[in-house]
Every structure is written in C-alpha cells, then in structure tokens.
C-alpha cells in the first residue's frame, strides 16, 4: 500500500496495520525518516516538501511493486508525507514484511533507496538565513544504481 | 500539451503549469527545452544548466530524447530529493 499524506502517521499503528490478520509474517523491517534541525553547518527550523501529484503515486506504486517482484513479501507500505515540516516530525515511512527477516531487511532498504531517487520530491529548508532548495547527493544515485543488479532474498 | 514547473524551475519561470500547443517543429524534449530558452529571461535562466534539470513525460522520468505528440503531460524539474 502507498499512501501521499499532509498528516502525519502513527508508527506503531502502521506496524500494526500491516501484520493484523496475517500469521504467516515472521518479521516487518520498518525504516522511518525524520527532519534534521541542520544541514551542514546551518540550524534549519522547518521544511517544505513538494511534490507532483499524480506521477508521486505512480512512482511510489512502481517501486513497492519491484520490491514485491523481487522479494518473497507478505505485506508493504510506503507513506510519504508533503507540505510544510518542523525539525524532528515524520517525514517517510516504508515497511516491509515476509516470512523470514532476510527478505523484509532487504526490501526495506529497497524501497527507501529506489524511492530517494524516483520520488517526485523536492525539499526546500528554511534556515536563519532563509529558505534554499535542497541539492540531490550523489551518494543517493550510487545507493539506488547498487539494486541494478538483481537479487533475490528468501 | 500540458507542461508542469516544480521547485524552483517553478520559481525561476513564474509558472507552475500552462497549456500550449506543441509548437512547430518540436519532435522531443530537447526541442521543447530549446523552444522554451527563447521565451524569456525566466525560462533562460531555468534551463540555464541543464544537468540540473530532469523530465518528465506522462508522469514517467525520461532523457531529453523522448519524442513527444501534442496530448502528452511534461514535467520539467531539479534533481528529486524527497524521502
């Protein structure tokens, strides 16, 4: 399931969402990411996110799709928060779930990497000095680029 | 067709979506892009660099060599940097 919210979510009622009914999972790997109070050397106090509708919930939905083709999974979810954000709120959250850890760690990471780079997404940080739009990081690309190459969990 | 702004091509081109025809002589993005240099100042400046711009054509990422026909939807924007 995908899920484009201005509201925020509840972690453990998400957790919990995803497994209820289902005793075949043996294990739900979650990743959660939050908004910094820096970036570099600057305080940031907020942070607006926007998005483009329409092509965020398809991307979003492709890429839990390749996760759910490439691991064994029982369930999924990817929620993705826009709007304006302070220091310390929810911003994403994936989770993955299967039978067996392996395959639920793997897929976390997959999801979160493959929707850093696809994600129609853009930060913009408020700081002291006032607002900037953040830059993409190499890194991200080299993250996401390393799944290239597939790989099965069990 | 349609074409969408974000970020801050949004900002730097003053618009956030438009309708347009597409113009004579335009078979792709690049062609679009060069179209759209001529129109101003703003537009200039957001495709100034434009390594730091990606495309979008019917909601999916594509290079600057997709075709394009007149009903498609094109997004122009930086670099994605959400999660």
Not at chain 2, 18 to 44: N, S
Request: charged share 25%; aromatic share 10%.
């Amino acid at each position: 399931m995908i899920r484009v919210q201005e509201q925020d979510f509840d972690i453990g009622l998400e957790v919990g969402k995803l497994t209820d009914g289902n005793t075949r999972i043996g294990g739900v790997c979650f990743f959660v990411g939050l908004v910094r109070d820096f970036a570099g050397d600057q305080d940031v106090s907020n942070l607006t996110l926007e998005h483009y509708p329409g092509m965020t919930e398809k991307q979003l939905q492709d890429v839990e799709a390749e996760a759910q083709d490439r691991w064994p999974l029982e369930a999924s979810l990817i929620i993705h928060r826009f709007g304006k954000l302070a220091a310390g709120d929810n911003i994403v959250m994936v989770a993955a779930a299967s039978e067996h850890r392996a395959a639920a760690f793997e897929a976390c990471q997959f999801l979160m990497d493959w929707l850093k780079t696809k994600a129609p997404f853009w930060k913009k940080e408020s700081s002291p000095d006032g607002a900037q739009w953040v830059a993409a990081k190499a890194d991200d690309e080299a993250q996401a680029e390393r799944w290239n190459t597939p790989k099965k969990g069990s | 067709m349609k074409i969408l702004y974000f970020a801050w091509l949004k900002e730097k081109t003053g618009l956030s979506s438009e309708d347009c025809p597409l113009p004579d002589g335009v078979t792709d993005v690049a062609g679009l892009i060069d179209w759209l240099i001529q129109r101003g100042a703003g537009f200039d400046d957001a495709f100034k660099d434009q390594n730091l711009v990606r495309v979008a054509v019917n909601q999916e990422h594509v290079g600057v060599d997709c075709p394009l026909s007149d009903g498609d939807e094109v997004a122009f924007f930086p670099p994605v940097t959400g999660g």
